[in-house]
């Protein structure tokens, strides 16, 4: 009686290897997609006065798998949480925007007297928050739960048979 055993871990080691490597690379795609996704979401939310802000979102990638949605916008936190007062508004930045915003003093004030008054208000008060970023912070958790799995599972189908 004879008896054989054929060596097929090397083949196994490399299906592996393939499989991994598919894995990676399709679970970058899926969370470039979300983040992709998250920008696209953060700029419609975002206040349009001067489009500053809504220009300065957009994705980058950190790594693989590895990405963020950022607005680099100077005022995008400021918008984003608000403000509780005790800062003071650069005069310009106020006056492109009043511009821009087509705001016209009610009583008979000049512009910078009206400049004034809102920057002293802002000083006084604080803004009010805008988080552009909620709606693209909870879209982006239940897209990465719904593709990321997928996509690596998809994979490992694909690399394997």
């Given amino acids: 009686m004879s008896a054989s055993v054929r060596h097929t871990v090397d083949r196994l080691a490399e299906q592996l290897r393939r499989a991994s490597l598919q894995v990676i690379r399709a679970t970058d795609r899926a969370v470039q997609r979300v983040a992709i996704e998250a920008a696209r979401i953060g700029k419609e939310d975002a206040p349009k006065s001067l489009s500053e802000l809504t220009n300065s979102i957009r994705n980058e990638q950190i790594g693989v798998a590895f990405h963020r949605v950022i607005a680099s916008a100077a005022h995008a936190r400021y918008v984003h949480d608000g403000t509780t007062g ?42 009010k928050a805008q988080p552009f970023f909620n709606r693209a912070l909870r879209t982006s958790r239940e897209r990465m739960l719904a593709l990321v799995p997928a996509a690596a599972r998809d994979a490992i189908e694909v690399s394997l048979s």
């Fill in 86 to 127: 005790g800062g003071v508004a650069p005069i310009e930045v106020l006056r492109r925007w009043v511009r821009v915003a087509n705001i016209r003093p009610r009583l008979a004030i000049s512009e910078d007297e009206m400049l004034y008054l809102i920057q002293r208000k802002i000083y006084n008060e604080g803004s």
